[in-house]
């Protein structure tokens, strides 16, 4: 198995563009979760999708950001527009299902840097 | 407020020795605890889950403690090596019945083992 996919691998844009994170989860999993990781708050939950549907976008920090699942073998994770805050490494993650006894297995992350 | 704590942002040990890294939590009831290895450029990868009523669990030369006492869990590395270093993650889902999309995950402490 492949594994998580993640592109792309460096993002580098300016500020007020458009970015598009894209995911493949691991064959067979139901569920998928995007998190974003910074020095000063650690892995953050932004969105996570079951069978497709999103149930918890909480951790959406506002508007700029859309997350879609069109099918069990896709996701994108989109800001618009972009501000320099936003720079952040970005995981997408998958598991079988969204027990709590359930492993997270991780992508390699997108770097994003928005200048 | 709740939280999750590791101990300490890095720890540096020699070769050979035992490295225990700690995560503390305050305010949750977790069912289950976590851990995770995350090498530079990488996103983390599960290593061990240990449940409330489980003492202890091992995995080769990987031992977790979990004290829902004292809200505590220890990671121990026997024998380390310089191919041990890494960051590692402690996470949990704050309290029974909840799902991974309710993960939480500490910030990690970051281990070198020297030669």
């Known amino acids: 198995d492949a594994g998580v996919i993640q592109s792309p691998r460096h993002e580098v844009t300016e500020m007020g563009q458009e970015v598009t994170l894209r995911c493949k989860p691991i064959?067979?999993?139901?569920?998928l979760f995007w998190y974003r990781q910074t020095m000063m708050r650690g892995l953050e939950l932004l969105i996570y999708?079951?069978?497709?549907?999103?149930?918890?976008d909480s951790g959406m920090p506002e508007d700029r950001f859309s997350a879609k699942m069109p099918n069990a073998s896709f996701s994108t994770l989109k800001i618009q527009p972009s501000e320099p805050r936003d720079s952040a490494v970005y995981f997408c993650?998958?598991?079988?299902?969204?027990?709590?006894?359930?492993?997270?297995?991780f992508g390699s992350g997108t770097q994003l840097s928005v200048l | 407020s709740q939280k999750i704590e590791q101990n300490s942002e890095a720890l540096n040990i020699q070769e050979g020795k035992t490295a225990t890294l700690t995560c503390n939590y305050t305010?949750?009831?977790?069912?289950?605890l976590q851990w995770y290895r995350q090498d530079p450029g990488r996103g983390p990868v599960f290593l061990l889950l240990?449940?409330?009523?489980?003492k202890e669990k091992r995995k080769e030369r990987l031992k977790v403690t979990f004290d829902t006492t004292l809200k505590q869990s220890l990671f121990h590395i026997t024998a380390s090596q310089p191919a041990d270093s890494a960051t590692y993650l402690c996470?949990?889902?704050?309290?029974?019945?909840?799902?991974?999309?309710?993960?939480?995950f500490g910030k990690g402490t970051k281990l070198s083992v020297k030669p």
């Open positions: 996470a949990l889902v704050p309290n029974y019945g909840g799902s991974q999309g309710n993960l939480i």
């Open positions: 305010n949750y009831s977790p069912a289950y």
């Open positions: 240990i449940r409330e009523n489980e």
């Open positions: 064959s067979g999993h139901n569920s």
């Open positions: 999708f079951n069978n497709n549907v999103p149930i918890d």
């Open positions: 993650a998958s598991s079988r299902a969204t027990g709590p006894n359930e492993k997270l297995f």
